[in-house]
């Protein structure tokens, strides 16, 4: 199917702005931002183009003093038992919950994504929520082990916050991860200095608002606008911790700089993460989350698939089930469940990932379906692409392209496919696809990844809230949720207790003595398991 034959729902010149997001909101939600400068952005509807709301851009003195308001309230904060912060989360969750269809609506006029993406974006924080309800209490209270020496010593773990943490939010999930980021760590009793993307900041500001009506002290979670050089490095300078999501290239910055302020940094950076697809895969079952995976939001999913690997004997086969269903996919610009593509962020963006097609046919590659911008049907869409001959001289080769673009490989065996798939210097996810289970482990076993989906592309690993999730090589540094998703935002303090002076030789003894006494005391402990 061809472009021009694609079945389009709605267009940027139909498409009618919800009800919901009314000029009263747009104000009370920028009017958060600390901004005193009287410098603006203009903040878009991706789908037409058309200015919503002015945004302030933050100066150095209003980050310093959004940290300065937000140590203050944390100083409170921190003192409350966590039980009764935890009930402020609980009441949390069912206001965010209520309002996900104004919260869909916002994401969408901000972020361009259709309308399936942005719901299932407002269904992370109520679970992060959920997950640390049952989590949190537990983590946070003192831990009790044993001293050097048993029954007279004793040495207790408490957990102390950070103090301020500073957030870093990308464009691609700004309700999720502006907020999802932030509320383990406003657990932890810390204060939260959000930054989101320019394009995206009235999801999480409405956010905000929300965990405020459930009875979030105000002060606590600030919010500061502006382009990532001009406020970065104060919101570095004066926090206690940064989490960044975006690119590799960023990260590197951010990570140098926290570490000569000798804070600690969570970093979830870039990926060209690969799909494995073994020879004895259901093609009806693979070939429907196989294209979510590679065009959900648009490609723009740091988890998405890049590269997908088929095997030389059902090449053929697969090749044209995926381009297919590639070509059906429906694109639109609309605030309903109708298209299942919905723009990309920015037409700056359209033209990064333009460029990466442009680039690959010139050196070669060939476009299987889609390849092209759509204009008419907004101003930054760009239809799902499938390419075939891509190679490591081409950028969407080797570099991340973050867009509806995938590249299809043959390869004869499966120690070549797994050889392929960590040919690359980044690591953030992986998918194996097999009707055999344990074959398929096998596989995920020897793939270099932080996140390996078995028989699903990206979310099983995702959504799994329990489960540390995380990059290696260049994708990143320490990882979101699971226990550690919240104990990186606190410092363990140690508390050791000495009830006996045991600790030494007693007045008088005879040093050699002591250490026949002490050396035999340390086989004795290992023998009898004490510690």
Not at 475 to 490: E, F
Request: hydrophobic share 40%; net charge negative; aromatic share 6%.
């Amino acid at each position: 199917m061809t472009g021009d034959e694609r079945r389009v729902l709605g267009t940027g010149a139909d498409v009618r702005r919800p009800a919901s997001i009314t000029e009263d909101l747009l104000q009370r939600l920028v009017g958060r931002v600390r901004g005193s400068t009287g410098n603006t952005w203009k903040l878009t509807e991706v789908y037409t183009g058309d200015v919503l709301v002015e945004l302030p851009q933050s100066s150095p003195e209003d980050i310093e003093a959004a940290f300065e308001e937000a140590r203050e309230a944390q100083r409170l904060w921190a003192r409350w038992p966590v039980e009764k912060r935890l009930e402020v989360f609980d009441r949390a969750h069912t206001l965010l919950v209520d309002n996900a269809h104004t919260t869909a609506d916002l994401i969408q006029a901000e972020s361009g994504k259709n309308r399936r993406m942005a719901i299932e974006e407002t269904c992370d924080p109520p679970m992060i929520i959920s997950y640390y309800l049952k989590r949190a209490a537990k983590l946070l209270a003192p831990r009790k082990h044993g001293g050097p020496v048993p029954f007279v010593s004793s040495s207790t773990e408490v957990r102390v916050p950070k103090g301020v943490v500073g957030i870093i939010a990308p464009w691609n999930f700004p309700f999720a991860t502006g907020l999802s980021d932030a509320i383990p760590a406003l657990m932890a009793g810390n204060a939260v200095v959000v930054k989101p993307d320019n394009k995206t900041a009235l999801s999480p500001l409405f956010g905000i608002s929300l965990l405020e009506e459930a009875g979030l002290p105000k002060g606590l979670f600030q919010v500061v606008c502006g382009e990532g050089p001009d406020v970065g490095p104060t919101l570095i300078d004066n926090a206690d911790y940064i989490m960044f999501t975006g690119s590799t290239a960023t990260g590197r910055v951010i990570g140098e700089r926290a570490g000569r302020n000798l804070i600690g940094c969570c970093l979830e950076l870039g990926g060209k993460n690969p799909m494995i697809v073994l020879d004895d895969v259901d093609v009806e079952e693979w070939v429907e989350s196989a294209s979510f995976g590679v065009f959900g939001n648009t490609g723009q999913i740091c988890m998405h698939i890049e590269r997908i690997y088929l095997p030389d004997s059902r090449y053929d086969e697969l090749k044209a089930a995926f381009v297919e269903r590639a070509s059906t996919l429906t694109m639109g610009a609309a605030y309903d469940f109708g298209p299942e593509l919905g723009s990309l962020v920015s037409p700056d963006h359209k033209e990064r990932v333009a460029s990466h097609v442009e680039d690959a046919v010139a050196k070669g590659a060939t476009v299987l379906t889609g390849g092209r911008a759509r204009p008419d049907v907004g101003p930054a869409f760009f239809e799902p692409t499938v390419l075939e001959g891509v190679t490591t001289d081409m950028v969407c080769g080797v570099t991340e392209t973050f867009g509806p673009v995938v590249a299809l490989h043959r390869y004869r065996t499966v120690d070549e496919a797994i050889h392929l798939a960590n040919d690359t210097d980044y690591g953030l996810n992986a998918s194996v696809w097999s009707g055999d289970l344990k074959r398929a482990q096998a596989v995920a076993a020897r793939i270099e990844s932080g996140n390996v989906n078995i028989n699903d592309a990206l979310a099983t690993a995702y959504a799994s809230k329990g489960s540390p999730s995380g990059g290696v090589k260049n994708s990143g540094v320490g990882a979101r949720h699971g226990d550690q998703g919240l104990l990186k935002y606190t410092d363990a303090k140690n508390v050791a207790v000495l009830k006996k002076q045991v600790m030494g030789a007693r007045p008088g003894q005879d040093y050699d003595a002591y250490v026949k006494q002490m050396l035999s005391s340390l086989k004795l402990m290992k023998k009898l398991r004490v510690r």
